[in-house]
């Protein structure tokens, strides 16, 4: 980014989708002010966001106005941590976590075809693994990242689209590749998605509930018997 604005002359656009959205936002936030101002807008496509003390930061709150989020309907992947401003819900022709992939948005003429909201069910996700963060460590967060890109490699899948239609295979890949970890590794795995799956119970079940909630009909209270009547 640095070399682009030394460079090039004018206005700049930055954007990415998933990580690449992340990167043309961390870019904004470590360009300088001169360089801030000419940028006309950043686009995060289904980013994942970033940790608090990042998006309270001065530099992140200047550029705040120009960044435009995007996230389809059902994928929990763009609203994992921190984004610190309003976000547009796109529609997908896909189903859950394979709606990260941008080819399928929905397009009409130049722009996307907009949803109203998230799904209840990746709300109930994003409240789980936001509690989940906050229960482990940098250094366990690292090692389960490490664990999970590792299980996922040994897949040999280069896409969502090719893990889910190999799923047979892709199982038999992730166990055995599951089995030959480290004694310490594998622990570390399994506590870190124990306590996650126990959240998202939590949060589920806690989306439900709210929903049956609201469904019933609400109790009237009891009606006062005024001193005229008795």
């Not at 124990?194 to 009237?220: A, C, M, N, Q, V």
């Amino acid at each position: 980014a640095n070399k682009a604005f030394e460079s090039l002359e004018g206005e700049f656009y930055l954007g990415g989708h998933s990580k690449g959205g992340n990167l043309a936002v961390y870019a904004a936030v470590k360009a300088s002010k001169e360089q801030q101002d000419r940028i006309i807008a950043i686009y995060n496509n289904d980013g994942p966001g970033f940790q608090s003390h990042i998006v309270e930061s001065e530099t992140y709150q200047r550029i705040l106005g120009k960044i435009k989020t995007f996230v389809p309907r059902s994928s929990p992947v763009g609203l994992l941590l921190e984004h610190g401003g309003d976000y547009t819900v796109v529609a997908s022709r896909q189903r859950s976590i394979l709606q990260h992939d941008p080819f399928s948005w929905e397009v009409h003429g130049p722009r996307f075809v907009y949803e109203d909201g998230l799904s209840k069910g990746v709300l109930a996700i994003n409240t789980a693994m936001r509690t989940w963060l906050t229960q482990v460590s940098m250094e366990e967060r690292a090692e389960f990242v490490k664990g999970f890109c590792d299980l996922i490699e040994a897949t040999g899948a280069k896409t969502l689209e090719d893990l889910t239609n190999e799923k047979l295979q892709s199982a038999q890949a992730i166990l055995k590749a599951y089995t030959h970890m480290g004694k310490d590794a594998r622990a570390n795995l399994k506590k870190t998605l124990d306590l996650f799956f126990k959240e998202s119970r939590k949060s589920i079940r806690e989306t439900i509930l709210g929903e049956i909630d609201h469904l019933l009909p609400k109790k009237r209270p009891p009606k006062s018997i005024s001193s005229e009547q008795e």
